[in-house]
């Protein structure tokens, strides 16, 4: 089978299309033909081996966590799932013609492959961040570089929650952010005085890493109300820096809910294919996404 995969830490051009072995499903797993795998920012650092002295991988490495697909295999000890089931979820070496996944769940009708391979780390990852700022019904989030995938996942999760969010943007994406539900403004210059003037911040997520854990906690007046996904440095200012899973089985299953009661929806910017693989991960660090972007098998 063909899989993206890399020999050595480096750039986007260390990736490489390669012939691999085909994976199997252990106990606890399926395998997938794969249909999409979606691009998340882990996986350039991953790449970059920014994560090697925390979660050490061995080279040559796959690439990729979230994927849709049609089950091929069901391991040992699996219920409730049959080959030919189309679903969506979370595994390793994703960006192949063949994944094995350790957690999904069953594509909610009228999603497209595309689509779903874009949902699991980001509503994942919006879930656990909403629960460790604990903002609450009725409160007021601000959002910091909230139009890419998490911050399309937390704005729309938000509201269903009762949740007011102020969402930061660059001016091309004001539209898109109002109409997630977000009270939007743009970041730049003078951009905390414009979030002063929509009123007042109960708490902060800082979603895109770009120098702004100061002015959130000035905002929020309390580091404890500040998370970010982003800033790796966020600890040293007293902000909890969240890049520590939590059940991803459970947050498919809310992800499922929200999807089919119309309460989520995240757009795919952008589709590549297995050889566009470096020019996806390029795209990805350069930032300004709006909604998803996902390599299509």
Known sequence: MKRVSFAEFGGPDVLRLVDAEEPHAGPGQVRIAVRAAGVNPVDWRIREGQFQKVHPIELPAGVGQDASG?????????????????????????YAEFAVLSAWARMPEGLTFEEAAGYPSVVET????????????????LASGASGGVGSAVLQIARDRGITVIGTAGAANQDYLRSLGAVATTYGEGWVE??????????????????????????????????????LDAPELGVRFSGVAGSMPDALAEAVDLISRGKLHIPVEKSYTLAEAAAAHIDSQAGHTRGRRVVVV
């Open 70 to 94: 049609v089950v091929d295999e069901v391991g040992e000890g699996v219920d409730g799932v049959e080959v030919g089931d189309h679903v969506f979820g979370e595994g390793s070496s994703a």
């Open 126 to 141: 919006a879930l656990r961040i909403l629960g460790e700022v604990g903002v609450q019904s009725g409160q007021t989030l």
């Open 194 to 231: 414009r979030v002063r003037q929509l009123g007042r911040v109960d708490a902060a997520l800082d979603l895109a890493g770009s120098g702004v854990i100061r002015a959130l906690v000035e905002l929020t007046g309390d580091p404890r109300k500040v998370v970010s996904i982003a800033d």
